[in-house]
Nanobody, 128 residues
Framework: QVQLVESGGGLVQAGGSLRLSCVASGRTFSKHAMGWFRQAPGKEREFVAG???????????DYADSVKGRFTIFRDNAKNSVYLQMNSLKLEDTAEYYC??????????????????WGKGTLVTVSS
């Protein structure tokens, strides 16, 4: 049974940093696209950052414009894990953060509806 388990959320002041972790189990995810999404109260789930395997046998990272330059996604295939380093956090980063994975290779739209596996989320609250 495939499981994605997030951790690392919490309360942080604006300008601070957090690192989210997602550990996958049940299969190997080294060639899977893995991403982070978030959902704030009253809003739709949105893409934050993703890492995908490409046809040139490399990983490529994609970021939402709102987090470029502040967030970094990276993966450790030996641990079947993906991480999201979040720096310079803003109040608007407050949300439930979800890890997701999909077996697709190459260009991704990163639409939430297209992701095959989901974790249950970890809450990030940024305070002023």
């Amino acid at each position: 049974q495939v499981q994605l388990v997030e951790s690392g959320g919490g309360l942080v002041q604006a300008g601070g940093s957090l690192r989210l972790s997602c550990v996958a189990s049940g299969r190997t995810f080294s060639k899977h696209a893995m991403g982070w999404f978030r959902q704030a109260p009253g809003k739709e789930r949105e893409f934050v950052a993703g890492t995908r395997w490409t046809a040139t046998n490399t990983y490529y990272a994609d970021y939402a414009d709102s987090v470029k330059g502040r967030f970094t996604i990276f993966r450790d295939n030996a641990k079947n894990s993906v991480y999201l380093q979040m720096n310079s956090l803003k109040l608007e980063d407050t949300a439930e953060y979800y890890c997701a994975a999909d077996p697709a290779i190459g260009t991704m739209t990163w639409a939430p509806s297209g992701m095959h596996y989901w974790g249950k989320g970890t809450l990030v609250t940024v305070s002023s």
